[in-house]
């Protein structure tokens, strides 16, 4: 066989063989993502808890396991089944409204709301003058509110699964660490020598202190919520802190939905003055807090400026999803020793002889 056709042969099976590999590993592109991000920002731990086991990585890494799934599972898996009671609830107090019609005069709290009472109160007795108009009306906003809650359920029940497929591969990740940190160490020097090695600990450093600005911040809006909560008297303040914790980690919607929510329960019991002390209390306490704390965070830790923490999270949400929180700083990152390193090679040959010549004329 001609030695060219041989070498495009041997071209053409590994190019199959990563195209093979690529297809297989895309569904789980984010979650060994995810997975990876929570080796790194908990490889401390997992360093204490291998020399407590006296360097056994299977306990180690097995111990690692139980402790996120008792951190970030069992908490989600609650919130799961409020939800669904939640769901449960409200279908079972629609339901009479489907089938008996409005009552014939409205509540008191709607009645009196500013402004828009009266309006809300003639539209009520039309809608009972008119049974086919209300049932019309019922249909409309029931449908979209049943699918948004059955949505919602699957979402959680989605991310719950991914959660658990996570800390699975968070367990096999650690067991072999030693194996991984040496090969990400020779290649990283095999392909940029002292360059790599730094930008090794970059990006470490960056996930890192990502992670700690998503965590901490997220922690501060619950305990500024459960304050709040516990002020307003709003019942469950422990599933709604715990609530409130994990929402803030969500990107756009954040923890509006918790206070927000329970601000219109106050409302619903008559107790308009704390709703509105919710609301605000959501708006310039809770909410405010992920504006700034989040990037001072992020920049403290991950040593990057301002502009490229805020331009990274939002930007990798966009474009990545959930897991550009991390890849959108630690890529700007990159790019950013990258470009100072061109700078500081290429600077002193090509910008000081222009600028001598200058100064010469």
């Not at 990585?57 to 951190?71: D, E, R, T």
């Not at 709290?109 to 009520?124: E, H, N, R």
């Not at 599933?239 to 918790?258: D, E, H, K, Q, R």
């Not at 990274?312 to 474009?319: A, D, I, P, T």
């Amino acid at each position: 066989m001609n030695p060219g056709h041989k070498q495009l042969i041997q071209i053409a099976l590994v190019a199959l063989l990563l195209i093979g590999c690529i297809a297989v590993l895309l569904p789980f592109t984010g979650t060994l993502l995810f997975a990876i991000v929570i080796c790194v920002t908990t490889l401390p731990i997992r360093n204490r808890l291998l020399r407590l086991c006296r360097g056994r990585s299977n306990l180690a890494a097995l111990l690692v396991s139980i402790l996120l799934l008792l951190l970030l599972v069992a908490p989600m898996a609650l919130l799961s089944g409020s939800l669904a009671d939640g769901v449960e609830i409200a279908i079972r107090y629609l339901k009479p409204l489907m089938e008996h019609g409005l009552p014939a005069t409205p509540p008191a709290w709607l009645i009196s709301m500013p402004i828009v009472g009266t309006d809300i109160a003639s539209y009520w007795h039309e809608l009972i003058e008119s049974r086919e108009e209300m049932n019309n009306l019922l249909r409309q906003f029931l449908d979209p509110t049943r699918k948004l809650a059955l949505a919602a359920v699957a979402l959680f029940a989605q991310g719950l699964l991914q959660l658990v497929l996570v800390i699975f591969f968070v367990f096999f990740i650690f067991r072999d660490a030693h194996i991984y940190v040496e090969a990400l160490h020779t290649g990283s020097r095999m392909l940029a020598g002292d360059l790599g090695e730094r930008m090794l600990a970059l990006v470490e450093g960056t996930v890192t202190g990502v992670m700690a600005g998503i965590v901490g911040t997220a922690a501060a809006q619950a305990v500024v919520g459960m304050v709040g909560f516990i002020i307003a008297g709003v019942p469950g303040i422990v599933i709604l802190t715990v609530a409130t914790f994990f929402f803030s980690m969500v990107p756009v919607v954040g923890a509006t939905l918790i206070w927000l929510g329970a601000a219109v329960w106050l409302y619903n019991e008559g107790q308009a003055g704390w709703a509105v002390f919710m609301v605000l209390w959501g708006m310039f306490g809770i909410s405010s807090v992920d504006n700034f704390l989040k990037p001072v965070l992020i920049s403290r830790t991950a040593s990057l400026p301002l502009l490229l923490i805020v331009v990274g999270v939002f930007g990798g949400v966009l474009v990545f999803g959930f897991i550009g929180l991390f890849l959108g700083p630690t890529l700007l990152a990159l790019g950013q020793v990258l470009i100072r390193e061109w700078l500081a090679h290429a600077g002193p040959d090509v910008e000081r002889p222009a600028s001598r010549e200058g100064i010469a004329q």
